[in-house]
């Protein structure tokens, strides 16, 4: 039996293995470009986060990985907290990065604020203004650079 024959007796099971293989492709080549990826190895986190969060919200990686109400955001004294809405979590875990890894770059307002995460140049993170000040005050004087 070849794979047309295949397709043509089993027309479910291969849209759901499509769609399947879609959902799972998607976000891990999504980490890769946008640079979760990078992060997740120095950064990945597994406990639970103790400090301010807003979730459902909207951020942009290497101005290519865009995370439309699907971040979950938050900060505490020591750290900035990242993860996913489940549903797209492949590849994407929860990750923590110490105030000491980031650094603030606002000079570039129109596009938004600007954290580069880690030693990584090439990895930024751009959120909204109001989102960078409530993040701002949840970190309170740990906060890395100005806004």
Known sequence: M???DWVDQHPILFVVGVVFSLWVSVPLLISFIGGWACL???FRYSGTFKG???SFQSG???FIAGYRNCLTLGANHEGLYMSIMRLFRVGHPPLFI??????IDSKYKYLGVRFKLGSYP???LWLGEALA?????????????PL
């Open 133 to 145: 000040e409530k993040l701002k005050r949840a970190a309170g004087k740990a906060w890395p650079g």
């Open 60 to 62: 942009q990686m290497r």
């Open 40 to 42: 997740r190895r120095r």
């Open 52 to 54: 301010q969060r807003w």
């Open 2 to 4: 070849n794979v047309r």
């Open 98 to 103: 110490p105030w000491s890894q980031i650094t």
């Open 122 to 124: 090439w990895v930024s």
